[in-house]
């Protein structure tokens, strides 16, 4: 490991924060968690990553104390659940910048707008809690694993998924 | 490169989104920049890294429309300058959850109140783009480089500094 994964000497709380959720996937598991993706098979049905790799991330994310095992399932605590902003700032960047087709639609459930941005709904004007979030697939969304598939209807955030 | 840097089979605009900012010590780079760091020696001041590993991370920040070259220095473009609320979201988190002392302190320059954690100002209720935000060291700053001294002294995000 040429680069490490920690960052010693740097007094920042991004610092600290990137610790936990800076490596490679990392980030992608924890959508996938919001998602309602618990089960070891159906994250790895998500991503196309090693066993070894996906299980040393669960671990350092369990350790952390941004997941929680319950029985042979991975569950978001309020800890883990509070980087849902995170995860859809940073992907509404890369749809706006980087992306030509829009892979996933995030509406306030109760009122059935597209959340801003800054993941506030637009007509409430007040910020959604990722519970309160219905997900659909936007043209985008192309994958045909399992869970991919259940996704392709409408789903609220958080809400379990097993599909594998 | 047993990971590689893109997520070729993930169609979906975190992972493009991941490619461009989420490589290690990339956004701690785009937090230096958001402070207002332009020299690629005030960079190296701030951050421990190789100048092979800092040159391939700005290549990949210009080639991306994150910084723009202005002359020998990098700027954040609007692109770049929209990271500000994942930065800032992301470094609450780890504050809030992995840190013992603040080491930055974001106030909203026009009324000095500190920002929520989703970058918006409690008293006037709106969100502060960057170039609004007063930037204050806290008790966790120990760094001793000449940036993270100069930023001892309140400072305005992303006002030019040129120290080293």
């Not at 990137?18 to 994250?43: C, K, M, N």
């Not at 309020?78 to 890369?94: A, D, I, K, N, Q």
């Not at 936007?138 to 955030?157: C, K, M, N, T």
């Given at each position: 490991m040429a680069l490490g994964k920690d960052y010693a000497f740097q007094d920042c709380s991004l610092a600290r924060a990137l610790e936990v959720v800076?490596?490679?996937?990392t980030l992608l598991i924890i959508r996938d968690a919001l998602y309602g993706v618990r089960r070891f098979s159906d994250f790895q049905a998500r991503l196309d990553i090693p066993k070894a790799v996906l299980s040393a991330r669960l671990q350092t994310l369990l350790e952390a104390g941004v997941l929680a095992k319950e029985g042979h399932e991975y569950a978001l605590t309020s800890m883990g659940r509070e980087l849902w902003p995170v995860v859809h700032t940073l992907g509404r960047w890369g749809e706006r910048h980087?992306?030509?087709?829009?892979?996933r639609i995030f509406l306030?459930?109760?009122?059935?707008e597209r959340l801003d941005?800054?993941?506030?709904?637009?007509?409430?004007g007040t910020p959604v809690p990722p519970e309160d979030v219905e997900l659909r697939a936007g043209p985008g969304a192309v994958r045909e694993d399992p869970v991919s598939r259940y996704l392709e209807s409408p789903h609220r955030l958080l809400e379990p998924i097993r599909v594998s």
């Amino acid at each position: 490991m040429a680069l490490g994964k920690d960052y010693a000497f740097q007094d920042c709380s991004l610092a600290r924060a990137l610790e936990v959720v800076g490596e490679r996937w990392t980030l992608l598991i924890i959508r996938d968690a919001l998602y309602g993706v618990r089960r070891f098979s159906d994250f790895q049905a998500r991503l196309d990553i090693p066993k070894a790799v996906l299980s040393a991330r669960l671990q350092t994310l369990l350790e952390a104390g941004v997941l929680a095992k319950e029985g042979h399932e991975y569950a978001l605590t309020s800890m883990g659940r509070e980087l849902w902003p995170v995860v859809h700032t940073l992907g509404r960047w890369g749809e706006r910048h980087l992306d030509s087709e829009t892979c996933r639609i995030f509406l306030h459930a109760a009122c059935g707008e597209r959340l801003d941005i800054d993941g506030s709904c637009p007509s409430c004007g007040t910020p959604v809690p990722p519970e309160d979030v219905e997900l659909r697939a936007g043209p985008g969304a192309v994958r045909e694993d399992p869970v991919s598939r259940y996704l392709e209807s409408p789903h609220r955030l958080l809400e379990p998924i097993r599909v594998s």
